[in-house]
């Protein structure tokens, strides 16, 4: 039996969509907000050393030549945090991004399956419970004076599996409670919730990073484990509360403005024998477009969480700013997404074709970020212009395919009405675009490192010169 949700037991069927709609707008803002700390977190994790060394050099040399020998300076201390403090702490940051992104795959693929055969309120609340936890874990590292890479992780597998519960469930709720109508624009104002998670995670973590950089976890962990209490309360499942719509079209959830809808009453949902089953894996892979759209999202997503996981860093080194400067300035890629992501909404509303959207924004997007790198170079302004355009273009299809395809394929006519797919198809299009991101970002700190001694190389170079 299904129940609603204590705090909403008195409301009409109009004040439940929005309740839904609010309601898990902030639950997966909480989700990204608290993924976001590891990016701003990494340049204060090893920062730039050399003014250290020059230092350290200078009291070794004149320690030789004086009988007052100025102090030791313990630069792998005060410069970096162990264990990445050494010259491979590129790789290292990078084993603990492709570490949650490896556990994130491969429980997403589970969680779809198990989110169709649980209740998604208790579901999701335990979720984000036990990711604020894990979150506020990683953050304890700081004030417990923990160096051990073992340590971080096994905090960011644990935090990647739980956080896969996540997704399917808001978007299991959303896409039951709102039909095909207009689904394009409500879903793509809906998946802002990304970049606005982002970009407040941040902000908070950039707030603490140079001072008290365990902050940046702990508070996001905290925020997100009371969101988590604030879903057990009130959010509303779809199978609690039904209303009969007739109209000319086929019914939907999504009301047209024409339509006749008569309200009904609250009660108790007994399983019955002809009741439709969760649909299997298997099954979910057989509706048309699941895997086609998959395979985009893979590539699509690479990008995207190349920019999270990586761009604060990359604007580091490249601009020579501080943590705090880089990660702000970071927010304007997904200050991009967020209107992209309407974009791509609308347009595949008004022709009603999500894959050419998809397609023609991927395409744009590709020589956009090979601009992006070169256009960096000239200074703060154009780097801010391309952010927002990479951003858009990057993430306007990655928003359209894991929130109005995901629901579009969930509610596929081949399922003949059955309602109990979404999450799986969710769950499999989301995993499928993360399988290989472990091994592409993995790559990426290898690229980075390369490009670093290739650096030292031609300035020493530079310098026998």
Known sequence: AFGLALGVRHMGSVKYKALTFILTFLLYTSFHLSRKPISIVKSELHKNCSSFSELATIASSNSRNQQPSLPSLHTDIDCSWKPFDKSNYKQLLGAMDYSFLCAYAVGMYLSGIIGERLPIRLYLTVGMLTSGLFTCLFGLGYFYNIHSLGFYIFVQVANGLVQTTGWPSVVTCIGNWFGKGRRGLIMGLWNSHTSVGNILGSLIAGYWVSSNWGLSFIVPGLIIAVMGVICFLFLIEPLCFWVICMSSNDTQLLLPRDSVCVPVQPV???????????????????????????????????????????????????????????????????????????????????????????????????????????????????????????????????????????????????????????STVTAIIDGTGSVDLQLILHLTADMLQYQKSGNKIKEHQSDIQ
């Not at 985009?296 to 690479?302: E, N």
């Not at 880089?326 to 974009?343: E, N, P, R, Y």
């Not at 355009?389 to 993430?395: A, D, K, Q, R």
């Open 268 to 422: 108790v949902v007994v399983k019955s024998e002809s009741e439709p089953s969760a649909i299997s894996f298997m099954g979910a892979l057989r509706i048309p477009g699941v895997i086609e759209f998959s395979l985009c999202l893979l590539f699509a997503k690479l990008v995207s969480y190349t920019f999270l996981f990586w761009l604060p860093l990359y604007i580091t080194k490249a601009a020579h700013l501080d943590a705090k400067k880089a990660g702000d300035l970071s927010t304007l890629f997904d200050v991009g997404g967020i209107v992209g992501g309407i974009l791509a909404g609308v347009i595949s509303d008004k022709l009603g074709k999500r894959a050419t959207t998809c397609a023609v924004m991927l395409l744009l997007a590709a020589p956009t970020l090979y601009g992006f790198s070169m256009i960096s170079e000239f200074g703060l302004g154009p780097t801010i212009g391309m952010l927002l355009v990479c951003g858009g273009l990057v993430n306007g299809p990655y928003a359209l395919i894991t929130t109005a395809v995901s629901a579009d394929l969930g509610t596929h006519k081949s399922l003949k009405g059955n309602a109990r797919a979404l």
